[in-house]
């Protein structure tokens, strides 16, 4: 499994960004699929995580400015993240955890990760 992370960019506080997570040869029947962040440092958070049955996860930090989602077709999930904030400056990681339900956001749980993205985020 490869997971490819796209869709960083410098952006002014209060705007949008949508990132990209592309999985290749994946066939997995349980899944989930994550985002997670790491600012200079910090330790690296959860940021957002979706099952394979559409359920969804989010840290307080990004609830009701972000939103996860997902293209079964095109083994894509995406992550919409308005209403930006300099806080939410990091590089962010797709990841995906295999393993049997239940899923939450920690990393250690996490089997393949992608190679991050930069967000950052102007005051």
């Known amino acids: 499994v490869q997971l490819q992370a796209s869709g960083g960019g410098l952006v002014e506080s209060g705007r949008s960004l949508r990132l990209s997570c592309a999985a290749s040869?994946?066939?997995?029947?349980?899944?989930?699929i994550a985002w997670f962040r790491q600012a200079p440092g910090k330790e690296r958070e959860g940021v957002s995580l979706i099952r394979n049955t559409g359920t969804t996860d989010y840290a307080d930090s990004v609830n009701g400015r972000f939103t996860i989602s997902r293209d079964v077709a095109k083994n894509t999930v995406y992550l919409q993240m308005n209403n930006l904030r300099p806080e939410d400056t990091a590089v962010y990681y797709c990841a995906l955890d295999w393993g049997p339900p239940p899923y939450a956001m920690e990393s250690w749980e996490f089997d393949y990760w992608g190679q991050g993205t930069q967000v950052t985020v102007s005051s």
């Open positions: 040869d994946f066939s997995f029947d349980d899944w989930a």
